[in-house]
């Protein structure tokens, strides 16, 4: 348990339908190491982002345990959480989620700058990650003039601006035609490579088989590996 960057145990999770409840997740458990490229594979509708909105500290379990990075998650309040959140997580999402009216390189020293870093510091910074997804020559345009791949390109960046411990990418290729798709794997693959834990959450068999490990979910649990 002392090397793992996530560990859950028995996880349940339910929401509230007017006086209904629904229990999407049923005593999840598992584990991930630091630098691990892992894959949760599930069909649609298992649970897999509200898992994900866990692991990300965007929501907390009913019950369970849930230690991040020798913490424990639990015991948190909303503004612990946040600070967990934004010190330990890159997120990456399906749509995503950049601001439009702001090129490229604003997106991503944009959180720098909220991060409380220096104006000429965030920009250097935002540039060399723009860099390193291989968008130097697309800095200046914004999110509509670019191609879906290259968005989710520089969300990746901006994902990686805080220095996270874990990149967490929650269907980051289901808006991607299939080469743009390939590309944006093999970029989490150069990540990987470089040392960046990696959990990437699908529900495509093929996408899911370029990581170096999965995790399949259904119906709420996780399966037996
Ligand atoms: P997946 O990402 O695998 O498609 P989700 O975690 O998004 O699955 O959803 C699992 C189930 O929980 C679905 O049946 C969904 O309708 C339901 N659900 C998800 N979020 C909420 C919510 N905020 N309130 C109520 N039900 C939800
Ligand atoms: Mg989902």
């Known amino acids: 348990m002392e090397n793992n960057m996530i560990y859950m145990r028995d996880i349940v999770k339910s929401y509230k339908i007017g006086k209904n409840k629904l229990t999407v ?57 946040a600070h967990v959140r934004n010190r330990e997580i890159g997120f990456v999402f399906q749509k995503f989620n950049l601001l439009p009216k702001y090129k490229a390189i604003h997106n991503v ?56 411990s874990i990149l967490l990418a929650d269907e980051p290729t289901g808006s991607l035609d299939s080469k743009s798709g390939s590309e944006i794997i093999e970029m989490f693959l150069a990540l990987n490579h470089e040392g960046n834990t990696i959990v990437l959450i699908t529900h495509d068999l093929n996408v899911a088989k370029q990581a170096k490990r999965i995790i399949h979910v259904r119906d709420g649990k996780v399966l037996e590996q």
């Open 25 to 81: 997740l049923k005593e999840v458990s598992l584990e991930i190491k630091a630098g691990e490229f892992v894959a949760i594979l599930g069909p649609s509708g298992s649970g897999k982002s509200t898992l994900m909105n866990i692991i990300g500290c965007i929501d907390v379990a009913d019950s369970g345990e849930y230690i991040l990075k020798g913490e424990n998650i639990k015991a948190r309040n909303e503004d612990e959480l």
């Open 109 to 164: 020293a944009f959180p720098l700058l909220l991060r409380g870093l220096g104006k000429e510091q965030a920009y250097k910074k935002a540039t060399r990650l723009l860099e390193r997804v291989g968008l130097s020559d697309r800095m200046n345009h914004k999110p509509l003039e670019l191609s879906g791949g290259e968005q989710q390109r520089v969300s990746i960046a901006r994902a990686l601006s805080g220095g996270p």
